[in-house]
């Protein structure tokens, strides 16, 4: 096995990784297999046609584009599930203060309200 590259349980000739390169790329990265079954693809690669090779390559090839778009769509939303969890709470923290001010704004109010009752109480006793 000396001229064999291993590559997680998957054993691979260098005469066939040479040869197959790209495609052996493609199996290995492929979500959709196990090792056994990258092994077997592997394994029939130099019997297969080309037009056969052909095929698993779209296959592999369409099977990556697709995985890439839902982890695109998937990170997108989750990006607009943080962003609308930053707008609620920008929200909050609005809401928030707004209440501060207006009980602020109340406790002067009232405040002012007892001071001016003083004052014309004091006016009316004199």
Do not use: C
């Amino acid at each position: 096995m000396a001229d064999d590259q291993k590559t997680s349980g998957v054993v691979i000739p260098d005469d066939v990784r040479a040869k197959f390169g790209e495609i052996i790329d493609l199996v290995l990265g492929s979500e959709s297999m196990n090792d056994e079954e990258r092994q077997y693809w592997i394994n029939i690669l130099p019997v297969m046609t080309p037009e056969q090779i052909q095929n698993l390559r779209d296959i592999l090839e369409n099977e990556k584009k697709q995985l890439k778009a839902i982890d695109e769509k998937y990170a997108k939303e989750l990006d607009q599930a943080g962003q609308s969890q930053l707008v609620k709470k920008m929200a909050d923290d609005r809401m928030k203060k707004k209440q501060q001010r207006e009980e602020s704004e109340l406790t002067h109010t009232k405040k002012e309200q007892e001071e001016a009752d003083s004052l014309l109480k004091q006016i009316e006793g004199q």
